[in-house]
T-cell receptor, first 114, second 115 residues
Framework: DQQVKQNSPSLSVQEGRISILNCDYTNSMFDYFLWYKKYPAEGPTFLISISSIKDKNEDGRFTVFLNKSAKHLSLHIVPSQPGDSAVYFCAASGSSGSARQLTFGSGTQLTVLP | EPEVTQTPSHQVTQMGQEVILRCVPISNHLYFYWYRQILGQKVEFLVSFYNNEISEKSEIFDDQFSVERPDGSNFTLKIRSTKLEDSAMYFC?????????????FGPGTRLTVL
């Protein structure tokens, strides 16, 4: 049951360039989307989120874009830094239930090359 | 900055034994969660907890699992009789919105190894 999909298991980018990580979802009930960053042996760290009423949210070097009609979101990191190298997870929550469980994608390993 | 903490960082147990994983959520948060990640797989939702009761649970969260908030700060996950397939990273998370959680903050995880 792949309601949230990250089709690229890995991405390599040169330092200073833009990193674009993609995520697709199938459940039209999802109305809140998040990106987490994860280092080995650590928990997911919240990066940025977006509500379905918006199509863009920006926080420093991180921007998330949401295309509801395509059920697609992307995370842009500009400029990319070697410290950004980690696994990035897309997650989504919907209106079912009050506690809004998160459904995660499988993650994309980002490597930023110096 | 407040953070979610979890203990122990690594738990090794024999199949059939009971384990209790502990979490201290962020203090003013209202919603609490357990997730797990089996090696090489996705992070999966187990259970959510609000107002001292389970709010939602997944198919994974069967009768072998239970959660408790025994005092004002701790949130625990108990597995009564562990199986080999329970080996995974277990993450606790907490979130704050009264009307429903938008952002969840995760702890560092407990690695559970069942032998």
């Amino acid at each position: 049951d792949q309601q949230v999909k990250q089709n690229s298991p890995s991405l390599s980018v040169q330092e200073g360039r833009i990193s674009i990580l993609n995520c697709d979802y199938t459940n039209s009930m999802f109305d809140y989307f998040l990106w987490y960053k994860k280092y080995p042996a650590e928990g997911p760290t919240f990066l940025i989120s977006i509500s379905s009423i918006k199509d863009k949210n920006e926080d420093g070097r991180f921007t998330v874009f949401l295309n509801k009609s395509a059920k697609h979101l992307s995370l842009h990191i500009v400029p990319s830094q070697p410290g950004d190298s980690a696994v990035y997870f897309c997650a989504a929550s919907g209106s079912s239930g009050s506690a809004r469980q998160l459904t995660f994608g499988s993650g994309t390993q980002l490597t930023v090359l110096p | 900055e407040p953070e979610v903490t979890q203990t122990p960082s690594h738990q090794v147990t024999q199949m059939g034994q009971e384990v209790i994983l502990r979490c201290v959520p962020i203090s003013n948060h209202l919603y609490f969660y357990w997730y797990r990640q089996i090696l090489g797989q996705k992070v999966e939702f187990l259970v959510s907890f609000y107002n001292n009761e389970i709010s939602e649970k997944s198919e994974i969260f069967d009768d072998q699992f239970s959660v408790e908030r025994p005092d004002g700060s701790n949130f625990t996950l108990k597995i009564r009789s562990t199986k080999l397939e329970d080996s995974a990273m277990y993450f606790c998370a907490s979130g704050g919105r009264v009307s429903g959680t938008d952002t969840q903050y995760f702890g560092p995880g407990t690695r559970l190894t069942v032998l």
